[in-house]
């Protein structure tokens, strides 16, 4: 039977790359959802194209240009966030990948969850924000989180027919674009320049976490939520050339590791045919070509936010909220040229030390505190910008 899936975010880097694995085996696939924020036009062709039940435009003033453009097609169109979260519990939908960005992401898993449906997350920042909220979620609901990020698709093909504990896991990083730039010279780097990930082509805001390296402490604290793993058991490992996606070490010594070249389309088909493997037309891996593989401790000092993850960890309760609230307007405001690439860190040292204290939040102080955090991050970054 074909497995029906809603794509969350399917004008994404994630999500085209999701609709070509579709495309590559349209006999165990079906498009039943797609949604985009503002890219309708993408999303108008993509409607055409894959004829779903339903599309989502996020932005509820593009609302009537979808509708109109998609008139003639027996296609449901909704508009706004809200539809975002209840069109995930459709109950044509079998999986839903989460390919949204930032905190977009965390109300639709919570109500796919609560729907019992597979949940393919690409959206890390479900669990960076919420990660206690979802663990307690899937206790009380069962149902399933099938990883789509590389290193934790890995891991999770290193677990398959393991019932022993994990004794490490040991997360790789590319380095980013900055990984041989000088400290020093970090506060004069352009967005264009932290937008060039030497092994992946990803959208922008994962991008710009990629050369902070946020995105490797974003990764740190999805694993902790994903395999239930203490952060003194994640280490993290540069490993410039992309091939190793990350190891998993058992109590006897033995390590596991999953390897291919760096091409998304494979965790993405993994999390969508789980527990089978698809063949999928894209580039082998050739030892013989790449005879050499390096890895190497992080450089923390150059590298802050890799730092702040594991602070953020242990603070607990709403501290990986704070960090990301913080993190979405730094970014947004590197990428507009509003702060130089050193105030990233600088911004969410600033907010994680104004951390409230909240022991067990529920989703409404969640929210409150995103709210409040990107509130006291825009004030600062308009202060320095003025
Ligand atoms: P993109 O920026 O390429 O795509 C994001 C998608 O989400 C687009 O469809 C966009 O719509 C939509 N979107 C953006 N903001 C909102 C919003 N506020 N409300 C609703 N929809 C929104 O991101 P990526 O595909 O690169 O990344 C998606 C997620 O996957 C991120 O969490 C990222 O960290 C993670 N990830 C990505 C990897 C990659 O290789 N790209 C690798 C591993 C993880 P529109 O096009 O209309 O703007
Ligand atoms: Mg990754």
């Known amino acids: 039977m074909k497995k029906r899936i809603a794509i969350l975010g399917a004008t994404g880097s994630i999500g085209a790359q999701a609709l070509d694995v579709i495309a590559q085996h349209p006999h165990c696939f ?36 979808v509708k109109q453009a998609l008139s003639r097609l027996p296609i449901k169109v909704f508009a706004g966030a809200k539809a975002l979260a209840e069109v995930v519990t459709l109950p ?5 990948l989460n390919a949204l960005v930032g905190i977009s992401g965390l109300l639709p898993t919570l109500a796919a969850i609560k729907a019992h449906k597979t949940v393919a997350l690409a959206n890390k920042e479900t669990l960076v924000v919420a990660g206690s909220l979802i663990q307690s979620l899937m206790l009380q609901n069962g149902g399933r989180l099938l990883p789509v990020d590389s290193e934790h698709s890995a891991i999770f093909q290193c677990l398959a027919g393991e019932i022993s504990p994990v004794e490490k896991i040991i997360l790789t990083a590319s380095g980013g674009p900055f990984l041989h730039t000088p400290a020093a010279e970090l506060s004069t780097v352009s967005p264009s320049q932290a937008l060039q990930h030497p092994q992946w082509n990803m959208g922008a805001k994962v991008s710009i976490d990629s050369a902070t390296m946020m995105n490797k402490g974003f990764e740190v604290m999805e694993a902790r939520w994903l395999f239930d793993v203490a952060p003194a058991q994640i280490e993290v490992l540069v490993h410039p050339q992309s091939v190793v996606h990350s190891l998993v070490q058992f109590a006897d010594g033995s390590l596991k590791a999953q390897l291919g070249v760096p091409d998304m389309r494979l965790p993405i088909a993994y999390a969508l045919s789980f527990p089978e493997r698809l063949p999928l037309n894209s580039a082998r891996f050739d030892f013989l070509q790449n005879g050499q593989l390096s890895f190497f401790a992080p450089d923390v000092q150059k590298f802050r936010c890799l730092q702040f993850a594991y602070d953020a960890l242990r603070m607990g309760g709403v501290a990986g909220c704070t960090l990301n609230a913080a993190n979405e307007v730094a970014v947004q405001a590197f990428l507009e040229q509003k702060i130089a690439f050193t105030r990233i860190p600088a911004l969410l040292e600033q907010c994680l030390a104004h951390c409230e204290t909240i022991a067990q939040p529920t989703l409404q102080d969640f929210l409150e505190v995103d709210s409040k955090v990107r509130r006291e991050a825009q004030e600062s970054v308009a202060a320095s910008h003025s």
């Open 30 to 65: 079906e498009v039943e959802v797609l949604t985009a924020h503002r890219n309708v036009d993408l999303l108008v062709q993509q409607a055409r194209q894959w004829e779903p039940n339903a599309v989502v435009v996020a932005d509820e003033d593009l609302y009537l240009t």
């Open 92 to 96: 044509g939908v079998d999986i839903v």
